[in-house]
Structures are given as structure tokens and as C-alpha cells.
């Protein structure tokens, strides 16, 4: 077998990083936040008047808009997010983070720095994310959580 290049072997270890994230994540930020709706709230309180169109969301979290719609219909049932019409143009609509959702995200933070500096080694994070920020080719929303 073919030894893997450097970039693939990069890309087996991101994912694997993830999976280990998620996995440490789901069920420990309280309230039974899971790692992808955090990351949601999160990206959500960051952007523009807290709201995003779903699209944009897909985007930035690097999914299917398909798959951030799934995604988005358990946390609006039980009023994490909300839709919100778009007064301009009625194809348009946005999702926002409800106020649930502040507050969800406000008690999960604290827990989502400790379970992160429990991964990454200490005094590491702000060199990995320089390196990751300045590395990726093709993957202009990769900045948009940090």
C-alpha cells in the first residue's frame, strides 16, 4: 500500500478530531446540548444581529443546507431557534437564535472551554488555530467561528 501524503494524513486527523470533540462534547455541556447544536448557537450569536439565512449557516458550519435544516428542526421545537421572515423579500427567511438558545449557550460555555483545554495540550490552542487559518485552500467560511 501506498503511503498517505501529508495533507491526507492531515485530513484522517481532523476528522478523527472531530469525532473525538463531538463525541467528549455530547452529553457533557449540560441541559443535553450536543457539540453540533452548540457549534449552531455558537455560530448563530456570533453572526449579524444573531440570525443567519439557512444557507449561510450550511456554510459557515460546512454542511448541506439540507443537513443544517435537520439540524435546526429539533433546536426550534424546543425553542433554541426561531424562523424570522425576511420584510424584503418573502423567499428569503433567516434563522435566529431564540432566547432559549442565548441562554443555553450563555450555561454551556464555561463547560465547552474546560472539555476543549481537556483535548487540545496546554498553551497549544493559538498555535494550531494560526496553522489551520493559514493553511486551508478552498475553505473561505473556515474563519468564520474564530
Known amino acids: 500500500m501506498k503511503e498517505m501524503s ?44 444573531g440570525r443567519m439565512r439557512r444557507i449561510d449557516l450550511a456554510e459557515c458550519l460546512g454542511i448541506t443546507a439540507s443537513g443544517v435544516t435537520r439540524m435546526l428542526a429539533p433546536m426550534e421545537k424546543i425553542g433554541l431557534v426561531k ?31 474546560v472539555l476543549s483545554e481537556e483535548v487540545v495540550a496546554p498553551g497549544k490552542a493559538q498555535k494550531l488555530n494560526e496553522l489551520l487559518a493559514g493553511s486551508l485552500n478552498g475553505f473561505p467560511a473556515f474563519g468564520a467561528l474564530v
Do not use: P, T
Not at 24 to 48: E, K, M, P, T, Y
Not at 98 to 103: D, Q
Open 83 to 113: 424562523r424570522e421572515a425576511n420584510v424584503h423579500d418573502a423567499r428569503v427567511s433567516y434563522v435566529a437564535l431564540a432566547a432559549g438558545g442565548k441562554r443555553l449557550l450563555a450555561e454551556s460555555l464555561e463547560s465547552a472551554e
Open 6 to 49: 501529508a495533507s491526507l494524513q492531515l485530513f484522517v486527523r481532523l476528522a478523527r478530531v472531530n469525532a473525538i470533540m463531538a463525541r467528549r462534547f455530547d452529553g457533557r455541556l449540560g441541559h443535553g446540548l450536543g457539540f453540533n447544536d452548540f457549534v449552531i448557537l455558537l455560530a448563530l450569536s456570533q453572526s449579524a444581529n
